[in-house]
């Protein structure tokens, strides 16, 4: 055999570095809040949240296989950015948002404030709606933690941001959630809603199966 058997588990692993993909995606609002968002997104799934590109206290989240999926069909369809998205339009100032696909040492990416593309439309859409999941995962869980007479707010607000479709990953909360109805310091009402929220994440990761 010409091969020696410890070169075998390298040359793997550099087959799977080479195909390691990681979707970026940031925008940069002043005057909003937050004035930044960033959210990367591996092809496992596992997602990273900053509302600061120095933020060292980030949420981290997976999305689904399918969720996943449909992400990066919408990278392929924009050429991986090898091309220009902006508009060009004068259109009124809504931050500058950037898509970058990091593959190994290659980067791609493009910035942009509007665009008339229907893929970079969708997967804007998809960007915010990672921000807006992360952002009712931070404000339930310091609900949870600091203010149990807020608790009820942040998950009608959850409730309502899942009923619009505008929340990815469920599975997320299902910790905080399960921690709500089992302790009964928290008012009845938040310990219900918890829990009818729950049950429909379970019955629709069981559908997914």
């Known amino acids: 055999m010409s091969m020696k058997w410890w070169l075998i588990p390298l040359f793997a692993g550099t087959l799977v570095a080479q195909d390691a993909q990681r979707f970026f995606y940031s925008k940069s609002f002043p005057g909003s809040t937050p004035a930044y968002v960033q959210v990367t997104l591996e092809k496992s799934g596992e997602a990273v949240y900053r509302e600061a590109p120095d933020d060292d206290q980030p949420l981290t989240f997976k999305l689904t296989d399918t969720e996943t999926a449909e992400v990066y069909l919408l990278v392929e369809k924009l050429d991986?950015?090898?091309r220009p998205i902006e508009s060009g339009l004068k259109v009124a100032f809504m931050g500058?948002?950037?898509f970058r696909l990091e593959k190994g040492a290659e980067k791609r990416e493009v910035q942009f404030n509007y665009s008339e593309d229907p893929s970079a439309s969708l997967l804007w859409d998809w960007c915010e709606r990672m921000?807006?999941?992360?952002?009712?995962?931070?404000a339930l869980d310091r609900a949870a933690k600091y203010d149990k007479l807020g608790v009820v707010k942040a998950l009608d607000l959850l409730g309502s941001a899942i009923e619009r479709k505008r929340v990815v990953g469920l599975e997320q909360y299902l910790p905080t959630l399960d921690r709500i109805v089992k302790n009964e310091s928290y008012m009845h009402t938040a310990r219900a809603r918890a829990s009818e929220i729950a049950e429909y994440?379970?019955?629709g990761a069981l559908k997914a199966q």
């Open 201 to 203: 994440i379970r019955a």
């Open 96 to 98: 500058t948002k950037t």
């Open 80 to 82: 991986n950015f090898k």
């Open 131 to 138: 921000t807006e999941s992360a952002q009712h995962r931070i």
